[in-house]
């Protein structure tokens, strides 16, 4: 390990002095105190600004992330691999960082080269689904995480599955002050002769100070001359949202009770040097705090450290550092027991005294020094890991040298969005919505996701029911005189037209190819292929390109098992030429597409130019697909390097720009079908990469760094806005994710057999 000790430059990342709040108080002391323990090591910070203005940082600021600006974060994380940054220390809260449940942080963590020490300031019990998302990500990336408590180590191996040898027990750290009589600092606020009660912290409703103000009467009772001593600023975002309500709710409960010579409100954010002052004043701290889930305090730690005699609320921190009386703990909102306590305490001075000296004597080992060598331990810990996992990682990740992770396939929304007669069209946030009812474009993807199931061996007996409940609805949707399929049915059972759209037509015989060219089951292909023939025909009296590329990508399937139809080769060939006709007709050098104007599903069109001409033995066919597709995926990346399908807020026309916003995941789900197309008929990589860069549009690898599958629920959201994700989850993007997921585990599984040795 000594070899890869040295640590020469650290850099810290979250919210930092002068914004006012807990977690950069915390950054900075912890960025001072590595900086004076260690002063051969260089430390950094790179904040995050709650406001566009950002703050009036000191010089050790060396960059600054904007929180709600997803593209700064991968910036930050470019700065810090060019500044050869050997451990960056995050501090995590999920409140400080954008994004939904604070994921914005995760591209920052992505794209970072150098280990990652993170400290948890809030680990939950009872996580909502994208805070659990969240953590597990972010403990994956981690090389070391560091909770302040017992309870938060528990925690994380219980409810996130983290491995203990990666977690380190660091205190939270407090400035070392001298075990001093109270009565040295009284004068310095006009309190001597009294008895001081302090509580500290930024101020809002859950630090539960209104129950110590209703203990105070009885408390008067016996000691007329204490003071309370209330010290903070409100919480700056309980502020900006609803002013001082709070704040002015306290001053007024303590006039109610005839207070206002035994209260005092500071209402000011105080430097460390002023803060020691006020707890070295007080004879009593009290904590009184309404969440039980706090797993540090840093109040708590300050005036416990400093030898307080400290009352506080059983909330995870206080019960762990206050036991072994070294504190005293009353239940949550009980004024009555607070006020029993601090009468206990200030009667007998031999036990608050023993509290306070049991209290100051482990607090020794919080101070800032110490705690400063703890975390340059870890640091050196997460450096020789890091390299130790790079010396045994592959030099160059290909993809068959080592696949990309991919989710877990889960089809509870699937299941839960299908009844006996098909697959709802839409649902209201994961709930069915039977008022709009059903459609055939979404039953054919469906049917084609049920073939792509069974290659992937994820066959059983309820997939094969619904395999039948898809087929079944394409079967009625079928009319019969003229030759084409409707597309909406109401929850009713009665159809609403009686010619569907000619996408409708296109998807249907897309599914219907791909049962006879791909599904095992024989009566299915047998049942596909009567109803492909018979539909056929119908196609060549489209004139919208993308019916004519669903078509086509059903030929194409159907004429795998079946290539000497004569009627089928031959559609495929006026298909074909209609598309390069309009291809010769639209395309420029800047502009090669078929139409002027880019709008949904793009790139099936390349897809079926690409799929067509490769079997076709088409050269000129499959460059011109190949040639679009390049086109569009540049078109459709950020530069920042992540995917952007192209919105339907707009579109993208010729001679203007690509709508941003609202993308949707059918878009994201044509790119990564064409572009693993093209790399299966290139053998290009590159082609695969584009397929994955597409894919993490759905993890979260977007404008707003947001996910847009649901991994509690197995669906998938709607689109992604300019502000939020759209939260309902239909069945077009649902199927656009677990089509997307079934083709990349398929092509992974594809590639992992082509490189397995050979028996012989």
Known sequence: MHATSEIRQVAFVGDYLPRKCGIATFTADLCTA??????????????????????????????????????????????????????????????????????????????????????????????????????????????????????????????????????????????DMPFVDPNYYKDKFGVEGKVVVLTFGLLSPNKGIEHVLHALPEILQEYPNLVYIVLGATHPNL???????????????????????????????VSIEELKEFIGAADLYITPYLNEAQITSGTLSYAFGAGKAVISTPYWHARELLAEDRGVLVPFGDSKAIAREVINLLRDETRRHATRKNAYKLGREMVWSNVARLYMKSFIQARWEKAVQSRSSFA???????????????????????DSTGLFQHANFSVPNFAEGYCTDDNARALILTILLEELGEESGRMRSLASTYAAFLHHAFNEQPR???????????????DGS???????????????????????????????????????EFRAPRAWAFSLLGINEYLRRLSGDRVANQTREQLISRLMHLFAETQA??????????????????????????????????????????????????EEGYYRPIGNNGFYRRGGKAAHFDQQPIEAHAMVSAALEAYRVTNDTAWYAQAQRAFDWFLGWNDLGMELYSSSTGGCYDALHMDRVNQNQGAE???????????????????TVFNQPVST
């Open 502 to 540: 000619e996408d409708s037509h296109g998807r249907a015989m897309w599914a219907l190819g791909t049962c006879v060219g791909r599904c095992q089951r024989k009566s299915f292909q047998s049942w596909a292929g009567q109803l492909f023939n018979q539909a056929l025909a119908s196609v060549l």
């Open 589 to 638: 050098e800047d502009w090669p597409w078929c139409e002027d104007v880019v709008t949904y599903d793009n790139a099936k069109i390349a897809h079926a130019l690409i799929v067509s001409g490769a079997a076709m033995g088409q050269e000129q066919i499959l460059r011109t697909g190949l040639h679009a597709l390049r086109w569009l995926a540049d078109a459709q990346t950020s």
């Open 733 to 751: 993007s649902t199927l656009a994710f677990l089509l997307s997921l079934g083709e990349m585990k398929l092509t992974q599984n594809t590639v």
């Open 239 to 269: 502020v900006r949202d609803h002013g001082e309500t709070y704040r002015f709710s306290l001053e007024r409960l303590a006039k109610a009770h005839h207070l206002q010579k035994n209260v005092i409100f500071y209402d000011r954010f």
């Open 396 to 418: 160059v990740k290909t993809l068959d040298e080592q696949p990309r992770q991919l989710p877990m396939l889960k089809l509870d929304h699937l299941f839960r969005m299908t």
């Open 34 to 175: 590595v900086a004076a323990e260690h002063p051969d090591t260089e430390c950094l910070v790179v904040p995050v600004n709650d406001i566009e203005t950002g703050y009036d940082y000191p010089n050790d600021v060396r960059f600054e992330i904007q929180e709600q600006d997803f593209s700064s974060y991968q910036r930050a994380a470019d700065f810090l691999n060019l500044s050869n940054v050997d451990v960056v220390s995050l501090q995590h809260e999920f409140g400080i960082y954008g994004g939904t449940s604070g994921s914005h942080v995760l591209a920052l963590m992505r794209n970072l080269k150098m280990p990652v020490v993170t400290t948890l300031h809030t680990i939950l019990r009872q996580p909502t689904p994208d805070q659990r998302r969240v953590m597990k990500e972010l403990s994956g990336r981690s090389t070391r995480l560091v909770v302040m408590a017992q309870k938060g180590s528990e925690l994380l191996q219980e409810i996130y599955g983290v491995s203990p040898e990666k977690i380190d027990l660091i205190p939270h750290g407090i400035p």
């Open 484 to 498: 084409r399929f409707r597309n909406f049915m109401s929850f009713d059972r009665k159809w609403l037209e009686q």
